[in-house]
């Protein structure tokens, strides 16, 4: 389970550069309705968690294991806000013109599939802390 947690984790940090990738070559921090804080606020959070869940494979300390899911509490939260602030964006996407946020910009295939396999990480890493 922490082994399927770890790739679930990779494989939603390789959907989220994608996305902050776009963001960032879109002028993100000029055309955003996202503030940096929030982009960067939700990167940096997550990637601290990802270190923190790796120690804990390489160390075995339970400890570690409930450090990761308590960081990545507030990075689904911070996801979650992003998520509700992109929609009415992706809904607008038919008037897009060239004062268009960045955020318009994002593959709704990889937002939908950060998001399904980020909750898939968050429930696959709170399983394998309670077995630890």
């Not at 869940?53 to 992003?82: E, K, Q, S």
């Amino acid at each position: 389970m922490s082994i399927a947690a770890l790739i679930a984790w990779i494989v939603t940090a390789g959907g989220g550069f994608v996305l902050l990738g776009t963001w960032l070559a879109r002028g993100g921090r000029r055309t955003s309705r996202f503030s940096p804080a929030l982009i960067f606020g939700h990167f940096a959070l997550a990637a601290a968690g990802l270190v923190v869940w790796i120690v804990y494979l390489v160390a075995d300390t339970a400890a570690l294991a409930w450090v990761a899911f308590v960081l990545l509490v507030p990075v689904a939260v911070l996801g979650f806000a992003m998520f509700a602030r992109w929609l009415p964006t992706f809904r607008a996407r038919a008037a897009a013109g060239a004062d268009a946020p960045a955020e318009r910009h994002f593959p709704v295939v990889v937002v939908g599939a950060h998001g399904v396999v980020a909750v898939a990480t968050v429930v696959l890493v709170l399983l394998a802390a309670l077995n630890s």
